[in-house]
């Protein structure tokens, strides 16, 4: 059998695939780079958006500013890790354990889950 990655031949088990770590790590590099740049692309993005949240000065776990604010600091509304609709039907979105509700004349409410 040969490595997947440079062809060298393999010693060892019958089922090995790879020659060594570095072949193995970068075929599976090679594999997922597509998928790895979009996922990275986004991260960075709702990391940002986390960011620029948690630096708020939260009072009693919450906030209100405006959505021209958070976009002056570099805020992307389009990136959210989950949207959580309640009773009431008001929805927030949110971006891991912080999320904001859209209000009226670009004000935004802003909440922290403290746990």
Not at 37 to 62: C, D, P, Q, T, W
Not at 68 to 90: M, P
């Amino acid at each position: 059998m040969n490595c997947l990655e440079c062809g060298d031949p393999i010693i060892g088990r019958s089922d090995k695939k790879f020659c060594n770590d570095g072949c193995r790590n970068a075929y599976n590099n090679k594999a997922n780079s597509d998928q790895s740049n979009l996922m990275r692309m986004i991260h960075h993005k709702l990391r940002n958006n986390y960011r620029i949240l948690s630096a708020l000065n939260f009072v009693e776990g919450k906030h209100k500013n405006t959505q021209s604010h958070l976009k002056s600091l570099g805020f992307n509304f389009e990136y959210i890790t989950h949207l959580k609709t309640y009773k009431n039907g008001s929805e927030y979105r949110f971006l891991y354990d912080i999320g904001y509700k859209l209000l009226e004349n670009d004000w935004v409410l802003i909440v922290k889950n403290e746990q």
